[in-house]
């Protein structure tokens, strides 16, 4: 599985936009790229998957650039709610059977008034 | 709310105690999962089930013993534990040949060892 690399804490104002960088110079062809969202005492939650270009559901936007080595998760307009540890995660999409998520420190985001 | 439950959320334990963890899924998946969460460390994988088949152990102590009895429950059974096994332990299911194979996790039992 290809390691990834990411900011270990950001910090942002109610209403800015944020952007998460991580890093995965040994993603392989067939890695998918993964990010989880996870409060405190909580389960993460899954926030959005990508393969290459661009992403985006009602929640987040995921950009891919064309050697896929690294990939931005971009929250819109955070909000104190969204005070939480983000996860990148690389790895491929099993058509079979299970499949291992290996989860690093994550980036701790800390939204403020 | 998503779909797996675990009970019960709060656990204080000796270290001669035999305690189970449950969880269980309504999603109609069919793989579950057991992670560890300590104290500012990532999040381990312990356990796979896959079709009620274990296929995954991650190099978990015999302390741990999991059973899965059926696609939508799953137990983590404790004995003898230290205290470093302090920590939040997580299950998870996902649904085989889906876009993702996203995971969904529980709330979550927080476990005490004394």
């Known amino acids: 599985l290809a390691k990834t690399t990411q900011p270990i804490s950001m910090d942002s104002y109610e209403g800015q936009e944020v952007n998460i960088t991580c890093s995965h110079n040994?993603?392989?062809?067939?890695?998918?790229i993964t990010w989880y969202q996870q409060f405190p005492s909580q389960g993460p939650r899954f926030i959005i998957q990508g393969y290459k270009t661009k992403v985006t559901n009602e929640v987040a936007s995921l950009f891919i650039p064309a050697d896929r080595k690294s990939s931005t998760l971009s929250l819109p307009r955070v909000s104190l709610s969204d005070t939480a540890v983000y996860y990148c995660l690389v790895g491929p999409v099993m058509n079979t059977g299970f499949q291992k998520l290996v989860f690093g420190t994550g980036t701790r985001l800390l939204v403020s008034p | 709310e998503t779909g797996v439950t675990q009970t019960p959320r709060h656990l204080v334990m000796g270290m001669t105690n035999k305690k189970s963890l449950k969880c269980e899924q309504h999603l109609g998946h069919n793989a579950m999962y057991w992670y560890k969460q300590s104290a500012k460390k990532p999040l381990e994988l312990m356990f796979v089930y896959s079709l009620e088949e274990r296929v995954e152990n991650n190099s978990v102590p015999s302390r741990f013993s999991p059973e899965c009895p059926n696609s939508s429950h799953l137990f983590l059974h404790l004995h003898t534990l230290q205290p470093e096994d302090s920590a939040l332990y997580l299950c998870?299911?996902?649904?085989?040949?889906?876009?993702?194979?996203?995971?969904?996790f529980g709330p979550g039992t927080r476990l005490t060892v004394l």
């Open positions: 040994n993603i392989a062809t067939n890695d998918y």
């Open positions: 998870a299911s996902s649904q085989d040949g889906t876009s993702g194979n996203e995971q969904f």
